[in-house]
């Protein structure tokens, strides 16, 4: 490569760094890769005719959307973000992001976005303790990176799936990795890849893929 | 074992880890480091000549290598700022569907703050472009490359 364009290159991501604090922690892309995943979701459901409202985390109407950059609880307002109440075929239930839920073992484990039924979720913010597995309807998992997925990501996310026993556990990447979809699917997971804004096919098909899934779960 | 990263790859990680990208940068070489898998056809056996085929880890190319840096680097500049402007139109896809925006906005907060972290200020999206260009003249000045 050529001094000057190394040099430029240099001085081009120096400027890039300081403007957006968003690539200052590598937490922050994985934030801001959920927080679009969270919208097909809701993209999803409002195919499927759900009706949906924002409220922030002491169950009170809100305009925004707030993500809080760290995992929650979801009976703590200040540790908790916000979360939308969804009613669908006459029961209700709450799409969270980024709270924690006890698995099989007892365990809590940070769920990127879940569905929770509602009543469970006001009997947690009611009484300080945390969501149930088996009263979890969806899970998603969301991986943005820069190239190939590590196949760590894959086992862990075995991990996660074998403590939560449901339907949809899915692991949503903007990346791909043939390794990591093949030791998925081998264990009843399954990885949708390529899905980013940059791929509005792929993004199309996962929203088909979520409206057909949450409709078996959200009886 | 991680195999070494080496040409206009390792410049670029330098340059990112000077930018204060060191994260970025670690991701590539991660993934350089790992090498890839190829299948590998062996002969085993003195008198039977059996051709086996088994899976070997070999080193990405120099060429390749280049490709996992850019792209990683695209992913993280064109592909995110992307990705923030499509949460901030609130999924352009569905914009006359209201059932769709049960919001006004999206708001992301450290934690324990209450006012919204902005990811990107004001020449941000100037830099992403003219970085974008440089690194489509990297692409360009490869051997291969169309200059």
Not at chain 1, 89 to 112: F, K, M, P, T
Not at chain 2, 48 to 58: E, H, N, P, Y
Request: proline share 5%; aromatic share 8%; glycine share 8%.
């Amino acid at each position: 490569m050529e001094a000057q364009l190394r040099a430029a290159i240099q001085q081009t991501l120096v400027r890039l760094a300081a403007s957006s604090p968003v690539l200052t922690q590598p937490t922050r892309p994985e934030k801001l890769y959920e927080a679009w995943v969270f919208t097909c979701v809701v993209r999803a459901l409002g195919r499927l005719g759900a009706t949906m409202q924002v409220r922030d985390s002491g169950d009170n109407a809100a305009p925004n959307l707030l993500f809080r950059l760290a995992p929650g609880l979801i009976y703590s307002p200040t540790t908790a973000s916000s979360f939308v109440f969804l009613t669908y075929n006459g029961r209700a239930y709450e799409i969270h992001h980024g709270v924690r839920v006890q698995g099989r073992s007892s365990v809590l484990h940070e769920l990127d976005i879940c569905i929770i039924d509602r009543d469970e979720a006001n009997r947690c913010r009611k009484n300080s303790i945390n969501p149930r597995q088996a009263r979890t309807r969806l899970l998603i998992e969301c991986k943005f990176y820069g190239a190939t997925l590590p196949l760590e990501l894959g086992r862990e996310f075995l991990g996660l799936g074998k403590e939560f026993n449901m339907r949809i556990k899915t692991l949503v990447s903007n990346a791909e990795s043939d390794d990591v979809h093949r030791l998925v699917s081998r264990h009843q997971g399954t990885a949708n890849f390529r899905i980013a804004p940059t791929s509005p096919a792929e993004t199309n098909r996962f929203v088909a893929w979520m409206e057909t899934e949450i409709k078996q779960v959200l009886l | 074992m991680a195999f070494e990263t080496v040409g206009d790859a390792k410049e670029l990680l330098v340059a990112l880890r000077e930018a204060g990208l060191g994260w970025i940068a670690d991701q590539v070489e991660a993934v350089i480091g790992q090498g890839k898998s190829i299948d590998r056809e062996f002969v085993e056996g003195e008198r039977s000549r059996k051709r086996i085929v088994g899976l070997a880890t070999v080193p990405f190319g120099p060429e390749e290598q280049l490709d996992i840096a850019l792209g990683t680097i695209q992913t993280y500049t064109e592909g995110l700022h992307k990705t923030w402007k499509s949460v901030q139109l609130l999924q352009e896809h569905d914009a006359g569907d209201s059932h769709s925006r049960p919001w006004s906005g999206i708001d992301f907060v450290a934690p324990g703050e209450t006012q919204p972290v902005q990811f990107y200020g004001p020449g941000s999206e100037q830099a992403i472009d003219e970085l974008s260009l440089l690194l489509r003249r990297v692409r360009t000045t490869q051997p291969g490359g169309s200059a």
